[in-house]
């Protein structure tokens, strides 16, 4: 299952990884946001449950896109672009 999983997303562009990746940081953001709001803490358990759940979907669903090259790739292009 876990091998039918990694070659269907293996199938997808850099670029969708990349942005699959970047839909994480919106996810955490809702995830502690929302605990500053003023509703049950039962409410906020399921949101906060809800929300990161959703920030690691994306996190790992990217990371299987880009692969080893292409963190490597990003990797390069953040200090290219450093410098």
Do not use: H, N
Not at 12 to 37: D, E, H, K, N, W
Not at 38 to 59: E, M, R, V, Y
Request: with cysteine; aromatic share 16%; charged share 20%.
């Amino acid at each position: 299952m876990k091998e039918r999983i990694q070659k269907f997303l293996k199938r997808f562009s850099f670029r969708t990884g990349v942005i699959i990746l970047a839909l994480c940081v919106p996810c955490y953001i809702f995830s502690f946001a929302q605990m500053a709001l003023p509703i049950s803490t039962t409410a906020k358990g399921i949101l906060w449950f809800i929300f990161f759940g959703l920030a690691k979907t994306f996190q790992y669903g990217g990371l299987t896109i880009i692969g080893v090259e292409g963190v490597k790739r990003i990797k390069d292009w953040w200090k290219s672009k450093r410098q």
